[in-house]
């Protein structure tokens, strides 16, 4: 009898230990998915902390050239800018939000503006026609240059007499294309599909490219995790 209870009270010792065991596992594994889920998050906000920035164009000289890659951070493929303080009366005047400068489609062409190894966000611009009212203009906005993944399509349409603030929130973008075409003739002595941009805002960001010390606790975590969730489930079935 004695023997008996003595085994009994083993057995339940022995028990309460594997209980105990898979109970710290339990937490344990909690605990570590929680942190990749940290780690994660922390990574995604680092992406968001950059601050806007508004281009007026204003800084450069001379009163009219292409704009130069490099500009702002940013390639320039075909916009010219003009100082439109003596020019003739047109949208390029009209369009003018901070003077003196503005820029331009040059030659009516496709125009786009880009990174090489960074993304982003492109918020929003003043636009203007200027010499056709209801002047159309296609904007895209791509992920992995002119011929990646297009992630963005807006069409606006603008008139000569003034400028207007359009909003677009294209994020995550390194490529971006303007295409004008259409309109009527508004009077002006001129002519062509020009449209005028003014205070260009975005925000430039770095592609998220984990640190290796982020990889290496994103395995040894991810290893953890499938190890103690090995030991979990077989202590879940000592438990049953």
Excluded: C
Aim: charged content about 15%.
């Amino acid at each position: 009898m004695i023997g008996f209870q003595f085994t009994k009270r083993r057995g339940k010792a022995n028990s309460d230990i594997t209980l105990s065991k898979f109970q710290a596992t339990k937490k344990l594994l909690k605990t570590a998915i929680i942190a990749v889920s940290v780690g994660i998050a922390a990574a995604i906000v680092d992406t968001k902390q950059a601050q806007a920035v508004t281009i007026t164009f204003d800084d450069l000289p001379g009163s009219q050239n292409p704009i130069a890659n490099g500009y702002a951070g940013l390639n320039w493929e075909n916009f010219y800018y003009l100082n439109t303080t003596s020019f003739t009366p047109s949208g390029y005047v009209n369009g003018t939000v901070s003077p003196e400068n503005v820029a331009y489609n040059g030659f009516e062409k496709t125009v786009a503006i880009s990174t090489v190894n960074d993304i982003f966000d492109f918020n929003s611009t003043y636009l203007t026609s200027a010499w056709n009212d209801n002047l159309t203009v296609l904007i895209e906005g791509f992920i992995g240059g002119e011929s990646g993944q297009k992630k963005y399509s807006q069409t606006v349409i603008l008139n000569t007499q003034a400028s207007t603030l359009f909003t677009f929130d294209f994020l995550g973008i390194d490529y971006l294309r303007f295409t004008s075409s259409g309109g009527n003739n508004a009077g002006y002595n001129g002519k062509g599909t020009h449209f005028v941009m003014d205070n260009f805002t975005f925000n430039k960001k770095t592609k998220p490219v984990p640190e290796p010390i982020t990889i290496f606790g994103s395995l040894t975590a991810g290893g953890m995790m499938l190890t103690l969730h090995r030991k979990y489930k077989q202590q879940k079935n000592i438990k049953q």
